[in-house]
């Protein structure tokens, strides 16, 4: 179990005296709300049209718009247009400034302070028309690579500067910036979905959720949820938005919305304890949500304390909810051990004793005077230090994306992974690899050969125990599907559409037709990577063209995919990237996006297409290292439209998954 750390509840509780009464819970008369969302995928985890059915399931009537892009920030969405909108609203300028919004949803996803200037530019911009819209900003969860899920959320920062969207203390201050920086709008709220997530994880560690030991289990990859954590989100929406309890909301969408490992039978039970679960953090952060239940008696929202460690400092902050905050906290009829104190803002802290359990009695009283409690135990584990039990990895083939999680037992709370070295040289894993700090070996090894390499694990303490090991990797040949791109000089390739460089061998042919077809349209490519910058031109041969719908991709054109991490997620992230190309040169990108080039040339027999994206576009340097890719055809003939494409499916617009592999490797010294 994680070793507990806070920030001190008293300051921002203080912080937030200032902030309106909190609306009452129960629910209303229906009503219209109006409300504009701006994020990434993981806005998108609110499933749109299940979320309105949920919304007008109560009666009310949801009015919304969005701007979207996979992987983007509230930054990029102020100098950028979105991949997706909804109509009629349209991107978020046009929306701020043409309608009238009661509330707006902000998703932080980068560092800190580029966040909270983005944030403070929009609310400076949906003012002006909407002078009393409310703004929330959506709390998040950490990567699945994080590690320890609890010492993450409650890590304590002297000041949020990098991306520390998953960290509880991130939001807290973000609030109180952001309302300082616009003093004349209402403050804004949080939505807190990533903080309900954290309320259920410890309801896990309790026992309390039948067929779940951990958080991790309601992921379907490294930071995206399954339909189980979509239903939390979309609660954590609802509820915050409307003030009302989500308990009874239907969840019978959501429960066959599967796609991924994270996936769960959304039964009655498991229903209605998400349902709880975000009521209850949305009333016990009232000051924050702006959302109380004072017709409901206040409770011991906490299942369990967190688990101390002999002779280690420790700092546990309870959680209460329902009734009026802020909570009194405070011992009935029990004792605290020696050293340890509680303070009446719920802070447990003290210095961990003799491994055992203590039973603790533990009251809350809010603002009306009404109390109750619960008994929980304080349990001591012995200090004890991590052992790394994996020996060999098993063997993999180079250009097949793999993850493998390193073993260790032992040790105090959740473990830290890294590579042992100092400064700049660390141990060197096989090309294409990474370790995350959870301890998962992840990535597409690129050169076949035997590998040896140290790792390192840290336990959780104040003063942690640090143990390290050398493991050993076989990388085996890569398989025929695999390609592996020629490395070009810098200067060999001019940009102009035309593909007569002798670089240039267009040997893939695109012929898996995935939508109508097989049509007369025929197509072949090429990739390259000259001086770090990808190329990949495109030849299609079609005896009839059509471009006027204003839609590239229901018009002719070439679709290019791209996953440059190579990490076979099945939606869109900040790594992804389709960019479709017509035959006059019209571009559109789905994905973030800059200095993207590409021309098209008309030929006898159809056209050609040459695109190129430098590396500090790609976020990856194209030198021993995988990135996904599929390049596909549009053709439409007498009005029907055919699709084909490389590698993937006919889900390529949604679900980079199935891509083809291309292999770049560094050249060799001395070479070009």
């Known amino acids: ?366 603002q009306s005077g009404r109390s109750a409690t619960r008994e929980l135990a304080l349990v001591t584990e012995a200090n004890t230090q991590p052992a790394i039990v994996s020996e060999a990895i098993p063997s993999q083939p180079a250009g097949k994306y793999f993850e493998h999680k390193i073993q260790a037992e032992g040790g105090n709370g959740g473990l830290t992974w890294a590579l042992p070295g100092r400064g700049r040289q660390p141990s060197a894993l096989p090309p294409g690899l990474a370790l995350a700090t959870d301890g998962t070996l992840r990535g597409t090894p690129v050169r076949p050969g035997e590998y040896s390499f140290a790792v390192q694990a840290q336990d959780a303490d104040p003063a942690p125990d640090v143990v390290s090991k050398t493991l050993t990797l076989t990388v085996l040949p890569a398989g025929p599907d695999v390609v592996f791109a020629e490395t070009v000089a810098a200067k060999a390739l001019k940009l102009d559409g035309v593909l007569d460089e002798p670089e240039w061998k267009l040997e893939h042919k695109i012929e898996k037709w995935v939508e109508g077809g097989p049509a007369q349209a025929t197509g072949r490519f090429g990739i390259l990577n000259a001086g770090g910058t990808l190329y990949i031109g495109v030849e299609v041969t079609a005896p009839n063209i059509q471009e006027n719908t204003g839609d590239p991709a229901q018009d002719d054109s070439v679709e290019i995919y791209l996953d440059l991490f190579n990490n076979r997620e099945a939606v869109y992230n900040a790594d992804d990237r389709r960019i479709t190309i017509t035959p006059g040169g019209k571009v559109s990108v789905v994905g973030r996006n800059a200095v993207l080039r590409a021309l098209a040339k008309r030929t006898p027999t159809g056209y050609t297409i040459e695109a190129s994206l430098p590396s500090y576009n790609t976020q990856v340097k194209l030198a021993d290292a995988a990135i996904g890719v599929d390049v596909g055809i549009n053709t439409v003939h007498e009005g029907k439209r055919a699709r084909a494409v490389w590698r993937g499916t006919d889900a390529n617009d949604t679900d980079p998954s199935q891509f083809g592999t291309v292999i770049f490797l560094e050249p060799p010294k001395g070479g070009e």
């Open 1 to 366: 179990m994680a070793i507990q750390q806070f920030f001190p509840l008293p300051v921002l509780l203080l912080s937030l005296c200032a902030f309106a009464a909190p609306a009452s819970g129960e629910p209303g008369a229906p009503k219209e709300l109006r409300f504009y969302m701006i994020g990434n995928s993981l806005t998108d985890q609110v499933k749109y049209d299940f979320f309105q059915k949920m919304i007008e399931s109560r009666g009310h009537k949801p009015v919304w718009g969005r701007s979207m892009t996979p992987g983007a920030p509230i930054n990029w969405h102020w100098n950028n247009k979105p991949a997706f909108t909804q109509a009629p609203f349209g991107e978020l300028r046009k929306a701020f400034a043409e309608y009238e919004w009661d509330a707006v949803t902000l998703q932080p996803f980068s560092t800190y302070g580029s966040e909270l200037e983005g944030a403070k530019q929009m609310l400076g911009l949906v003012k002006p028309k909407s002078p009393g819209v409310q703004v929330y900003i959506y709390s998040q969860w950490m990567s699945a690579t994080s590690g320890d899920f609890d010492r993450i959320f409650n890590e304590i920062l002297p000041k949020p500067t990098g991306s520390t969207s998953g960290i509880r203390q991130f939001y807290e201050l973000f609030l109180q910036e952001l309302a300082a920086a616009h003093p004349d709008m209402k403050p804004p709220r949080l939505i807190p979905a990533g903080h309900a997530l954290y309320l259920f994880n410890q309801k896990i560690q309790a026992g309390q959720v039948p067929g779940y030991d951990s958080i991790w289990q309601v992921y379907n990859d490294g930071i995206h949820l399954g339909n189980v954590g979509s239903y939390f989100v979309a609660c954590s929406f609802f509820a915050t938005l409307f003030g009302e309890s989500p308990v009874g909301l239907p969840s019978a969408d959501f429960d066959k919305d599967r796609s991924g490992r994270g996936d769960r039978d959304l039964t009655p039970e498991l229903t209605k304890l998400i349902q709880e679960t975000v009521w209850e953090t949305v009333t016990g952060h009232a000051p924050l949500t702006g959302v109380s239940a004072p017709e409901t008696p206040p409770v011991v929202a906490s299942p369990r304390l967190g688990v101390a460690v002999e002779g280690v400092p420790y700092q546990f902050q309870l959680l209460g909810a329902y009734g009026t905050p802020p909570y009194v906290w405070s011992l009935a009829g029990s004792a605290l051990p020696e050293g340890f104190t509680l303070l009446p803002e719920g802070v447990l802290s003290g210095q961990g004793g003799k491994a055992g359990r203590i039973p603790l009695t533990l009251q809350i009283k809010d």
